[in-house]
């Protein structure tokens, strides 16, 4: 924890699932974490709370990530409050499912506002932010390489930041801050279960090797292994945490 305290980590789309798990793990390292949101203000609150009362220190964020305005300002805020940003967690995502035919423009324009236009403007005020040994860390997905049906648009949202997350690690040259992305495969949460029935979610859970679903903190640790002292020469990489479904 020592190697962390003092440090601020921004968490986007913190406020559940995966990004809550992440937010909670990184402030048990020691980080000060912002619990980014977008509506859900009182599972964000919440969570900060859980967080305090373990001995961790958070603070809520409401940002639409697709707004590059909005964005700026929550950096701002942080730096005004906390000093300084040292690492950038993109997480905030939706995930629709429909064939390219049958997906419509709102279809498509809803996930790449917030998949990839939401991710790039966060990377954009980091890269200019950000303090020496800071991280970038792009959540992706698996879906890129697993090519299934209905996931087309949601997976090209994903194979962007993949694409931006090795242009990115580049052009920090010198600045000493490393960019990765971590590509979770099938994770039991409420954006991956829903709608799904018994049967594909059982299906689904015996495709990997280990013969399971994620669960959020098997992310989470990745994403803190990336964030702490030890992933400190890891950089432009992208980590499939999938139980080795691909």
């Given at each position: ?5 003092n440090?601020v980590a921004?968490v ?5 699932g995966?990004?809550?798990?992440i937010?909670g793990?990184?402030?048990?390292d020691?980080?000060?974490v912002?619990?980014?949101?977008a509506g ?12 305090e009362?373990?001995g ?6 409401q940002?639409?990530?697709s707004?590059?305005a909005?964005?700026?300002?929550m ?5 005004a409050a906390l000093?300084?940003?040292d690492v950038l967690v ?11 035919a049958?997906g419509?423009e ?5 996930q790449i506002a917030?998949?990839?236009k939401g991710s790039i403007?966060t990377?954009?005020e980091a890269?200019?932010?950000l ?10 997905s698996s ?5 299934q049906p209905?996931y ?8 962007g ?11 920090l040259r010198?600045?000493?801050i ?11 949460t409420a ?8 049967g594909v979610?059982d299906?689904?859970?015996?495709l990997a090797p280990l013969?399971?679903?994620?669960q959020p ?7 803190a292994?990336?964030?702490g ?14 139980g080795g479904i691909?």
């Open positions: 924890m020592a190697n962390n305290e440090k921004i986007t789309g913190g406020s559940r995966i990004g809550a798990a937010a793990r990184l402030a048990g020691g980080f000060t912002v619990v980014n949101y859900s203000a009182k599972a964000a609150e919440e969570l900060v709370d859980s967080i009362h373990a961790g220190r958070a603070l809520a964020a940002a639409d990530v707004d590059a909005a964005v700026a300002r950096f701002d805020r942080t730096e000093g300084g940003v993109n997480n905030a995502g939706i995930m629709k499912l429909a064939t390219i049958d419509d709102a279809f498509v324009d809803s917030i998949n990839l403007n990377m954009r890269a200019k932010r303090r020496a040994g800071g991280r970038i860390i792009n959540l992706c879906v890129v390489g697993l090519y209905t087309g648009v949601y997976a090209a949202t994903k194979a930041i993949e694409a931006i997350t090795h242009v990115l690690s580049r052009e010198g600045r000493n490393t960019v990765n992305a971590v590509a979770p495969g099938p994770t039991a954006l991956f279960l829903d709608g799904k029935p018994q979610i299906n689904l859970s015996k013969e399971r679903l994620g903190e098997d992310i989470a640790n990745t994403v292994f990336l964030a002292p030890d992933g400190a020469w890891i950089n432009g990489q992208v980590l499939r945490a999938n691909i």
